[in-house]
Nanobody
Framework: QVQLVESGGGLVQAGGSLRLSCAASRNIFIFNVMGWYRQAPGKQRELVASVTRAGVANYADSVKGRFTISRDNAKNMVYLEMNNLTPEDAAVYYC?????????WGQGTQVTVSS
C-alpha cells in the first residue's frame, strides 16, 4: 500500500495561482500513473490531470492550458501547478494512484477561489 498526503490548498482570488503537492509514503516509480482529482460540493469526483511514469500528462478539457501536473519519482512527489484559477476550480483536490492491487487516495486539500 501507499499513503498519500496532499498540501498546498488555500484561498486565492480569481486569476491567481496555487501549487498543490502530494507526498507519497513509498517509491512512486512503481506506480505508472499518478493523478489529481477534485470534488466540488454536490458534484461527482472528477479527474483533473494524470501523469505517467515517463512524464506523459493528460488533462481535463476544463483545465488544459492552465494546470500543469508533474512528478518527481526520486522525491516521491506529485505536483499540480494551477494558474488563472476561476471559482469553478474551487473544490477539494485529491491525489490518487491505482493499480490492480492498490487504489490509494489522500485526505484532500481544499482550494477556494474568490471572485
Amino acid at each position: 500500500q501507499v499513503q498519500l498526503v496532499e498540501s498546498g490548498g488555500g484561498l486565492v482570488q480569481a486569476g491567481g495561482s496555487l501549487r498543490l503537492s502530494c507526498a507519497a509514503s513509498r517509491n512512486i516509480f512503481i506506480f505508472n500513473v499518478m493523478g489529481w482529482y477534485r470534488q466540488a460540493p454536490g458534484k461527482q469526483r472528477e479527474l483533473v490531470a494524470s501523469v505517467t511514469r515517463a512524464g506523459v500528462a493528460n488533462y481535463a478539457d476544463s483545465v488544459k492550458g492552465r494546470f500543469t501536473i508533474s512528478r518527481d519519482n526520486a522525491k516521491n512527489m506529485v505536483y499540480l501547478e494551477m494558474n488563472n484559477l476561476t471559482p469553478e476550480d474551487a473544490a477539494v483536490y485529491y491525489c490518487n494512484t491505482r493499480t490492480v492491487d492498490v487504489n490509494a487516495w489522500g485526505q484532500g486539500t481544499q482550494v477556494t477561489v474568490s471572485s
